[in-house]
């Protein structure tokens, strides 16, 4: 099956998700090429989740020993947390540009936006740790809409907020139905809790702290007592807000080797700010929906879903 996509062009249904046939293709390659090492940490995220957030958070915890935050010679002043933890499917396709995953050190930090039931069969059978982060899905919709509209900006066939909205509540958004691969993870998390992680990206900014220290714990790199006591995670965790990263020149000026802007992962990095655009019928539409897919499991009891 094919609908409309955001971008103006069609998306397929492969597996059950939604996805551009660049990005399906980088599905498949991933899916016959990645070996997956036990030590592996994947980060997996609908889109516009906070996966910039959550790189940056992951590639600081777990090189702490090796460049204490705002180090001078610190790989986050100077990259892009795009460029420091790549994409699996989407760097795999891009003209051959394979990076050689066998040569990164252990543990080796990676993303993906692919649904569980899609994941490499060797991530699944390994121990390698998947950390999944979620978002509201109206904050996640309209971030995706400011993000889309910049990357049409060079197409010609633009969508209206409507005509998305429509799609989204069908389930068809990249990598959706988005309820689909919310609980997926979730349930995953339930039932295999030391290899799959579940966070909110609104858990994070309402208690930073704490859910750095679950992510450390489960990534069986805990804070030690003369850690905290020193604030390193206050430090972690203010290297790593939006206010620092937002201005640092790599990401206010800088480009990704794939050519995309860095400044288009920064926009406003707040919880709620679907209501200077949601009209009430879309809010309950969307509350209806959820509602309903997400009645059958636990799910539902989590704030800000
Ligand atoms: P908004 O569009 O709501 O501002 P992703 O990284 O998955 O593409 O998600 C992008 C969203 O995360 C954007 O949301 C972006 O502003 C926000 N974001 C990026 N860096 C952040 C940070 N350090 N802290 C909080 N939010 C951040």
Redesign the pocket.
């Known amino acids: 099956p094919k609908e409309k996509g955001w971008m103006g062009s069609y998306i397929y249904n492969y597996q059950g998700f939604w996805a551009s046939p660049r990005t399906i293709q980088g599905v498949i390659a991933c899916q016959q090429q990645f070996q997956a090492q036990d030590s592996d940490i994947i980060l997996v995220?609908p889109?516009?989740?906070?996966?910039?957030?959550l790189?940056?958070l992951l590639f600081v915890l777990v090189n702490r020993m090796k460049y204490p935050a705002f180090e001078q010679n610190h790989p986050l002043l100077v990259k892009n947390p795009h460029d420091l933890i790549p994409f699996l499917e989407i760097r795999l396709y891009v003209d051959g540009l394979v990076p050689n995953f066998a040569s990164f050190t252990s543990p080796r930090l990676l993303s993906t936006h692919m649904p569980f039931a899609s994941l490499p069969k060797s991530v699944q059978d390994s121990k390698t740790k998947c950390v999944y982060l979620c978002r509201n899905p109206k904050?996640t919709f309209?971030?995706m809409w400011?993000?889309t509209n910049n990357l049409r900006l060079h197409h010609i066939d633009i969508h209206s907020i409507e005509e998305i909205f429509e799609s989204f509540c069908k389930g068809v958004s990249p990598y959706g139905p988005f309820w689909n691969h919310i609980l997926d993870y979730w349930k995953q998390s339930i039932e295999k809790p030391n290899k799959v992680l579940f966070l909110m990206?609104e858990e994070i900014?309402v208690q930073p702290k704490l859910q750095l220290k679950r992510l450390a714990e489960f990534l069986e790199c805990p804070f030690s007592i003369e850690e905290e006591n020193c604030g390193v995670m206050d430090e972690i965790l203010r290297m790593?807000?939006?206010e620092?990263?937002?201005k640092l020149e790599v990401n206010a000026n800088g480009k990704l080797s794939t050519g995309a802007e860095n400044k288009m992962?920064?926009?406003?990095?707040?919880v709620g700010?679907w209501k200077n655009y949601f009209t009430i019928e879309m809010s309950e539409k969307l509350n209806h929906i959820i509602e309903q897919k997400f009645q059958e499991s636990e799910i539902k009891n989590t704030p800000y879903i």
């Open positions: 995220t889109p516009k989740s906070g996966t910039t957030w790189k940056s904050d309209i971030s400011h993000f990206y900014k790593c807000s939006f620092n990263l937002s992962f920064f926009r406003k990095g707040e700010d």
